[in-house]
């Protein structure tokens, strides 16, 4: 039996965003008071570290760094990147949906802002855009 392949689905304010599941480890809710400030790193936009599995790993706020207006962050989605794990804050999860179902289109180069970006493709799924992650862009990418 083949697998199929699935995406998982979920916003950080208003802006749909998506990732494939096998880059998703484990998803935390209300997490806000499990996350240590005092490990931030505001360059590498890093708003501090949360236990996991034995280890520390860092907690990403990409709403910040993308210029999406403060919400409510209290899911952190914990991912496997080449960098190792690590958090990302987000608003709401919508759910796991096959792969199959979406229409990749390249992000138009008009559309593109120049510098640090972490995608390049928008999913479109039951006819709403869905920005797809390049996690290592996502982790490792400065201003």
Known sequence: MEAIARRLLFRIGTVGFCLDLNELIEIREKIADQIDARQFDQQLSIVGALSFR??????????????????????????NSQEGNWGLLVSQVEGFFPASEMIDHPIPRLLMAEGWR????IALYAGKPYLRLDLS???AGVD
């Open 137 to 139: 862009a996502c982790y």
């Open 54 to 79: 034995r280890t520390i790993i860092p907690v990403i706020n990409l709403a910040d760094k993308l210029g999406i207006p403060s919400v409510d962050l209290d899911v952190v989605l914990v991912l």
């Open 118 to 121: 972490c995608f390049e493709h």
